[in-house]
């Protein structure tokens, strides 16, 4: 008997040890815009509609209540380089601020850049210091180093509660100059790993440039290329957000009622990785629903490895 108990004993003391070296189950949330073809947004559609493709696996689809939690939003806006030629256009940007924010429970943070970036007002329900902090915005240098500012971004989330979505809107140049993390591949890593979704207004010229979606043989070698080529562009796709170029001023307002309204009418899909190996995810999402299509979709995510750090 007391063999028997020492059996027990042992087998109890166990099994904490056991837990521990079980795989954690993670949970991927995918954000898609969905339209008809007359090209408005497709409504009361189900998960059964859905289909997401993990490294070309398909996974089971589930699909959380549309437009059901708060969100984080950060204003990350490029002061530096040839920014203050734009500053006429997104000056009122204040004003624009609630088609996007429409909760009590909604944060909004601000953070500019020139070399290096300026976190100018943390993650805050109250908008009246947001309104006061856009009013007060000082210019920058002939830095635009929007690598380490959307890196410095990512970090203002820690503060943020864990059940709101996660926006970044950028108003900025298409390109990187100067960041000290010159390397797109950690910048990938880190927003994806926040589940970031990025949303991009550029002042930057027109290009005859075509980035592709975000698949290939090597999908993280192909989306940082794209973000070698135009980096607003690339994240906005990769994370499943909108990418649009302004000349003016009603350029810059009819963009943002569009991203608010994808913002709030987007579908919120997730599912658990049949395979969770580490390193970077290529998705392709699709609907089976006849005369629609994906127009936005989360298209990579990453899963660090055993005792990788979530965040560096």
């Avoid at 087998?11 to 073809?37: G, M, N, S, W, Y």
């Avoid at 580490?278 to 990453?302: D, E, K, M």
Wanted: with cysteine; net charge negative.
């Amino acid at each position: 008997m007391r063999a028997a108990l020492s059996l027990v004993g042992t087998f109890i003391l166990t099994l904490p040890i056991c837990a521990q070296t079980l795989p954690q189950t993670r949970t991927i949330p995918v954000p898609a815009l969905v339209e008809v073809k007359s090209g408005e947004i497709a409504y009361d559609l189900s998960a059964n509609d859905f289909t997401i493709k993990d490294q070309g696996i398909e996974q089971k689809v589930k699909l959380d209540e549309a437009d059901s939690a708060p969100h984080s939003l950060i204003l990350v806006i490029q002061t530096g380089r040839n920014a203050s030629l734009q500053r006429d256009k997104i000056d009122h940007l204040d004003s624009l601020l609630d088609t996007i924010v429409t909760s009590p429970a909604d944060q909004i943070g601000v953070l500019t850049f020139d070399s290096r970036p300026h976190v100018l007002q943390k993650l805050t329900a109250d908008s009246n210091a947001v309104s006061h902090t856009l009013g007060n915005i000082p210019s920058g240098d002939q830095g635009a180093a929007m690598f380490d500012a959307l890196n410095a971004a990512v970090a203002m989330f820690s503060q943020a509660p864990a059940e709101n979505r996660r926006v970044i809107l950028l108003i900025s140049g298409e390109h990187d100059h100067g960041s000290l993390a010159s390397s797109t591949a950690p910048l990938i890593r880190s927003i994806s790993l926040a589940n970031v979704t990025v949303y991009s207004l550029t002042f930057g010229a027109p290009k005859r440039e075509f980035l592709g979606k975000l698949w290939s043989m090597n999908p993280l070698a192909m989306t940082a290329g794209a973000m070698s080529r135009n980096a607003a562009e690339a994240l906005a796709q990769l994370t499943g957000g909108d990418f649009y170029r302004f000349g003016s001023e009603k350029n810059f307002d009819d963009h943002i009622g569009e991203m608010a309204n994808h913002i709030h009418n987007s579908y919120w899909l997730s599912f658990q990785p049949d395979d969770p190996a580490p390193g970077f995810h290529s998705l392709q999402v699709g609907v089976r629903r006849a005369r629609t299509t994906i127009v936005a979709a989360r298209s990579g995510y990453w899963i660090p490895a055993a005792g990788e750090a979530e965040s560096q």
